[in-house]
């Protein structure tokens, strides 16, 4: 097969089997999107939506699909959560961040994005996101090397490459000081739950 994961058999009927993996993976989302500080109500309030569209639903092909736009969706939802008390400035910054994920994003870089001084850019990074602007950008690329490391055709070293970070030795303590484990040992912990 050429799936990222097995899919379990909850019911002969095709259908209703549609239904109960795309209820588990809204599930999932809701509680990653939690996770990632998404507020219960409204993560609450997506899976309630998505399932009672589910639950009128007969095309197989149209239940699958949602696949990708619930992920999309969720991930989005998080996105502009943590970003809805940021001003203007702090929110252009960070979507150049997003943008530029995999590029080596410097200070000078947010700069010449908003039009203000090292110095400011900081002040309103600590105060709206309470961290500066340098730590921010990490932990961003670090939350996608999460994402990145599900994908065993990659070894640590080449996320480290991908991500912009100076070595495998310093992507590997970052990730440790942010989720105390290395990438290695996260990585394990993913097959464990598969």
């Known amino acids: 097969k050429n799936t990222l994961f097995e899919l379990g058999q909850l019911s ?27 507020p219960e109500t409204l993560a609450y309030y997506m ?22 736009p619930v992920c999309l969706s969720y991930a989005e939802a998080v996105h502009e959560w943590r970003l ?11 979507e150049y961040i997003f943008s530029n994920i995999l590029a080596p994003v410097t200070l000078t870089d947010l700069c010449d ?13 600590t105060r709206e996101l309470k961290m500066s602007p340098m730590r921010y950008i990490r932990s961003q690329k ?5 994402i990145l490391l599900a994908d065993h055709s990659r070894s640590v070293a080449q996320i480290a490459e ?3 970070f100076p070595g495998h ?7 440790r000081r942010q989720y ?12 464990g739950m598969v």
């Open 12 to 38: 002969e009927n095709a259908l209703r089997q549609a239904r109960y993996m795309m209820i588990c993976h809204v599930t999932l989302c809701s509680r990653a999107a939690i996770e990632g500080g998404l």
């Open 47 to 68: 899976s309630d939506s998505y399932i009672r569209y589910l639950d009128g639903q007969t095309d197989i092909r149209r239940i699958n699909g949602l696949l990708y």
């Open 84 to 94: 809805s008390a940021c001003g203007e400035h702090v929110r252009r910054c960070c």
């Open 113 to 125: 994005v908003c039009g203000l001084t090292p110095n400011y850019i900081t002040e309103l990074f």
């Open 142 to 146: 670090l939350e996608y090397a999460r």
């Open 162 to 164: 991908h991500l912009s």
């Open 169 to 175: 030795s310093n992507f590997t303590e970052q990730f």
């Open 180 to 191: 105390g484990v290395t990438p290695s040992q996260y990585r394990k912990g993913m097959q």
